[in-house]
């Protein structure tokens, strides 16, 4: 099957972001993550806004001219000349980078016309598709290309790899009920073909209207050709 949301190489997201930008990252989110080292010693959880990771992207790619436009309702949080970047900060859970992310929100949908409980009720996929994911797929086909990018944090040593996911428009799938899954307790609707199944989890989540993305552990720390590393961690 050929899927519109694809992972990248470890070379190809150096060649996009530049190798300037790779080592500014790594500045950017010490300045930012560093700070949690007093709380860390005291034993409480690392915490951290989701616009840092926007803002970490924005600042070391501004000498390319990246800009943070994330205070909109646009799908993408940072721009660089015609790439647009839709930022997700995503932890581990654990210490092993083999488990299955956090989830981050892709599109929400709080318009009443979208129906999703009671499509989740009627198990009405192509409701929910219509509803959910066709509106995220008309945002990201405006002008430019989009990648979904991901600091993928260990929970246990806050280091950070950076995953990316490249955006093809022009191979986004149209509805098929076979490959849009409902859970048993009706809470999820699984999408499997628009991105592989062994690289994320999508799915659209009832009880906060809105489509998510889970990153698959397993897949990407097999091999490092699938990530850069832009942060060794505390």
Request: charged residues 30%.
């Amino acid at each position: 099957m050929t899927y519109s949301i694809t992972a990248m190489t470890h070379d190809e997201i150096v060649d996009n972001l530049k190798i300037e930008s790779i080592n500014n990252l790594q500045k950017e989110l010490h300045s930012r993550i560093s700070p949690a080292q007093k709380d860390l010693d005291k034993g409480r959880p690392f915490q951290i806004a989701k616009e840092a990771w926007e803002y970490a992207l924005a600042d070391a790619t501004e000498w390319n001219g990246g800009k943070w436009v994330g205070h909109g309702n646009s799908a993408e949080d940072v721009v660089v000349g015609k790439n647009k970047y839709d930022i997700k900060g995503l932890g581990t859970g654990s210490e092993r980078w083999t488990t299955t992310s956090g989830e981050a929100s892709v599109k929400q949908t709080l318009r009443s016309d979208a129906k999703i409980d009671e499509s989740f009720l009627r198990q009405d996929g192509a409701q929910l598709w219509s509803g959910v994911v066709d509106s995220w797929m008309q945002k990201v086909t405006n002008e430019g290309k989009y990648f979904i990018t991901v600091f993928w944090r260990n929970t246990k040593t806050l280091a950070v790899r950076l995953v990316m996911f490249k955006v093809n428009p022009k191979k986004f799938p149209k509805f098929d009920s076979s490959q849009c899954v409902f859970s048993d307790s009706k809470s999820q609707m699984l999408i499997n073909n628009i991105v592989d199944p062994e690289q994320a989890k999508l799915y659209v989540l009832r009880s906060k209207h809105r489509m998510e993305i889970r990153i698959k552990g397993k897949y990407f720390d097999a091999d490092s050709n699938r990530y850069v590393e832009v942060y060794k961690g505390l």
